[in-house]
């Protein structure tokens, strides 16, 4: 008697429902994107006018669940807006620096020698400068906003993706269907869209959720660093970093909501990427 | 080995060469250039002038890169723009406190990291192991910052056990002699090395135990303790070694969030302090000391895996 059939595809899925963690991530995901985008078309607020006279109220107060933050703004309201700031920034960030450390490794690793050489060697370096000491100074540079930290942060977190995908890369290109698919005349570039990309997915889309998961972090610690956008736009980072401004005055409702939704995000991703690992991963699999 | 150790050391020195560019172009991006920064908005245009003049700004960037070069190689990193110090002695006196807080940080995480991956690998799928798991993911997703805040509200505040502020001694002596204000600063930059060195543990671990030389000493009675001891962690040892090398440009990251927070007169603080007044000889020569303790700490991690286990010497650079 031999065991239907099962497609990889349905096996991925089921390795990854098996783990729990995965789908506490994926539920909790789904949860802060239904607060952050259809929140606000439930509780609508004014997020741009501040209102000085209503600073800083205590939870509860005049009709505000969560208070007020010092300029007045709802601190319910804000961390919807705020949140739809954090995870557009770190969905995009994320995708970003996939897409250019996936193109970047692919092509080192197919070509090698003295290509792949310098390739890497420009990897070393950009690892060997921490991506906030050049957010830092990149700051200087320009004024942040959504797109230009996007654009910042998917620049200093390419690096990891290019050297798993590079290794990935150096092992697939003598396959034989590489191979053959070379000696039929096919160009380099093609055989890496359509074989070495692909074949790699697993190890692209598992890494992508955990560059997510660190581009929300990295947002946070810009605007800790007092770098993030300037008002009246918010993201989670600017309104904890405000909200330790505070921190020895007791206001604990501009502290613990937005520090707690951070670490929510940053964990959902996380558990989802790990399931997703096991799911690609047979060497896991079998060892759950 | 001589010759791995040679293709390495051409390798980082190329690397370093890249990483000098980078950010030497890079910072000469600066709107107005450092004249601007040191002079104030007040200057007028010709005093900018002179100023560029003075220091060899109107040359042409290539050759300033080239006389920048020179200088480096002779170890002369030049003069801060606002203190008025050579960039050297600054990062002279400030390397050696963030030395102390990253390298105690890293030796706590190493002290806590080690027996929880193992003890997670070893229990690995049962309840024990999920929530370790669990505390280890939200260690990871906790921002520095706010894990520090709750830190000081906890021990300094309400438990009056640690003090809220680092030391702020001028001296490495004195630094160490104030363990109460030393301890948050490095509990706070281990919290997140914890998370990932016992994470990264506990799967090379779970690898190992899988071993054919495992099953094998297992089959011919060895006991589970010494299975761990001589067969799996020594194993394991070389992933230790390698994630260190691997986690020195985080560490001095995470410096940089720490040293802010409590006020920390390290390298971090150095840097943000100098990136707010466009210092850009000091910003310069930070990234540089950096990277070469980046580019060096890899390079010896390498050769230490190397030295440990016989199998990775077939692995050519």
């Known amino acids: ?288 | 080995m001589t010759r791995y150790v040679g293709v390495r050391l051409l390798q980082a020195i190329v690397v370093i060469f890249i990483v000098v560019l980078i950010v030497f172009f890079l910072l000469h991006r600066i709107p107005g250039g450092p004249a601007r920064g040191i002079l104030g908005q007040q200057a007028t245009q010709q005093q900018i002038d002179d100023f560029n003049h003075a220091q060899g700004f109107d040359l042409p960037l290539p050759v300033q890169f080239g006389r920048y070069l020179g200088q480096m190689v002779t170890g002369d990193f030049g003069d801060s723009y606002v203190e008025n110090q050579r960039v050297g002695d600054l990062v002279a006196d400030r390397l050696p406190k963030t030395l102390v807080l990253t390298g105690l940080a890293t030796l706590l995480a190493l002290l806590v990291a080690v027996p929880l991956g193992v003890f997670q690998a070893v229990r690995r799928g049962r309840a024990s192991d999920h929530v370790l798991s669990m505390v280890n993911f939200v260690l990871y997703s906790t921002p520095v910052f706010f894990l520090g805040f709750v830190l000081i509200i906890v021990f300094a505040q309400r438990i009056p056990l640690f003090s809220a502020q680092a030391p702020q001694g001028g001296t490495l002596v004195e630094i160490l002699s104030d363990p109460r204000g030393l301890a948050l600063p490095v509990i706070t930059a281990a919290a997140g090395m914890i998370a990932v060195f016992s994470r990264y543990l506990r799967s090379s671990v779970i690898d190992n135990l899988h071993e054919d030389f495992v099953r094998t000493a297992r089959a011919k009675g060895a006991s589970e303790p010494y299975l761990l001891r001589k067969h799996v962690l020594r194993n394991s040892l070389t992933a230790i070694v390698s994630m260190i090398g691997y986690y020195i440009p985080v560490a001095f990251g995470g410096a940089l969030v720490v040293e802010q927070m409590f006020n920390y007169p390290g390298m971090g603080l150095l840097f943000w302090n100098a990136a707010q007044r466009s210092d850009f000889p000091v910003l310069l020569g930070v990234v540089f000391v950096i990277a070469v303790a980046t580019v060096l700490g890899s390079l010896l991690a390498d050769i230490a895996q190397r030295l440990i286990d016989p199998r990775t010497r077939k692995v050519t650079p």
Request: aromatic fraction near 10%; include cysteine; hydrophobic fraction near 55%.
């Open chain 1, 1 to 288: 008697m031999t065991a239907p059939a099962r497609s990889s595809a349905d096996e991925r899925l089921l390795a990854f429902r098996r783990n729990k963690l995965a789908l506490v991530g994926a539920a909790l995901l789904v949860l802060l994107v239904a607060f952050c985008f259809l929140g606000p078309l439930v509780y609508v607020t004014d997020q741009v006018h501040t209102v000085l006279e209503a600073a800083r109220l205590l939870p509860g107060e005049q009709g505000h669940p969560l208070g007020t933050d010092d300029l007045g703004y709802d601190v319910l309201g804000r961390l919807m807006a705020a949140g739809q700031t954090s995870l557009v920034i770190g969905l995009a960030a994320g995708a970003l620096a996939t897409v250019i450390g996936t193109a970047w490794g692919a092509v080192a690793g197919f070509y090698g020698g003295w290509l792949d050489a310098v390739m890497m060697r420009v990897v070393d370096a950009g690892i060997a400068i921490p991506g906030l000491f050049l957010l830092v100074v990149a700051a200087t540079l320009v004024t942040p906003s959504v797109p230009v930290l996007i654009l910042v942060i998917g620049l200093v977190s390419w690096l990891v993706p290019a050297r798993l995908m590079r290794a990935e890369s150096l092992a697939l290109r003598s396959r034989a269907y590489v191979e053959a698919m070379r000696l039929a005349g096919g160009t380099g570039l093609g055989a890496i869209r359509r074989h070495i990309v692909p074949n790699a997915i697993g190890t692209v889309i598992v890494n992508a959720t955990f560059q997510v998961a660190d581009a929300i972090l990295l947002v946070t610690y810009v605007s800790f660093l007092g770098l993030g956008i300037p008002p009246p736009a918010a993201n989670w980072g600017g309104m904890l970093s405000g909200g330790l401004a505070y921190s020895y005055d007791g206001y604990w409702w501009l502290i613990f909501p937005p520090g707690l939704l951070i670490v929510l995000t940053v964990c959902a991703f996380t558990f989802i990427g790990d399931g997703l690992r096991d799911a690609f991963d047979v060497r896991f699999r079998e060892r759950a």
